[in-house]
């Protein structure tokens, strides 16, 4: 699918920045026209692949989390969020419903949300390497002026 | 991220307002939690009306305030969500535990 136009962003692993990189990403994917739905569901799904790489893949240390967004000719916004933390030795478990290592802090709802509001997730880790989560979601075409 | 307390004849009313996630989460976690130790509410609300954005850290920060409330036999309902927050509570299955209105 062509590429129309494309972002790339990255800091440090920083939970100030969770705010600051579902904001970007939804201003990026404004280019699409997407409903205010959408748009929510953009933000929640990028909020959890970042926190996931601040809670889980640098829990001690300050890492790196690189986040590029896609907009295809066929209205659909691709995201991937990279890291180069600790990695996911089983990913199948980890995108389990209320399957978390965080304790009482984490629901373990943070995959399952990924899921349920894009189209699609692919995660892709190699343990002590890191991490990097694809979604697609297509955004519906809206006739203009209705 | 702000909470407001308001209590009356046993109701404690939590007003949430601003972005609940990972970065809030446990700020916003400890004030629920003083307030609920000093009214020990038999019916508390959570205002969710000014709640502009909510991942799954909220769920976390709802569960754990339902599972407070429910310890000394109170109730706990959330009240005025917006379509993003409950777009996420209705993913998350919380409606089974909580009562969930949402913003008319």
Redesign the interface.
Known sequence: MTEVNSMKIEFPSR??N??FA?ATVACFAAQLDPT??EL??I??AV??AV?NC??HAYPDTLGRIRVRAKLLADNTIEIAVQDWGRGIADVEQARTPLYTTGG???????F??ME??MDKLRVRSTPGKGTTVVMRRRISVRVRGA | MRVEAAYAEGRLTLSLSGELDHHAAREIMREIEEQLELRLPGDCVLDLAGLTFMDSSGIAVLLKTYRRVCAFGGRLRAEHVRAQPLRVLRAAGIGRLIDVTAQS
């Open positions: 939970s100030a969770e705010g579902r205010l739905d929510g569901d933000k929640t909020s959890e926190t601040i809670v009482e802090e984490r629901s373990g709802m943070g399952t949300i349920s509001f």
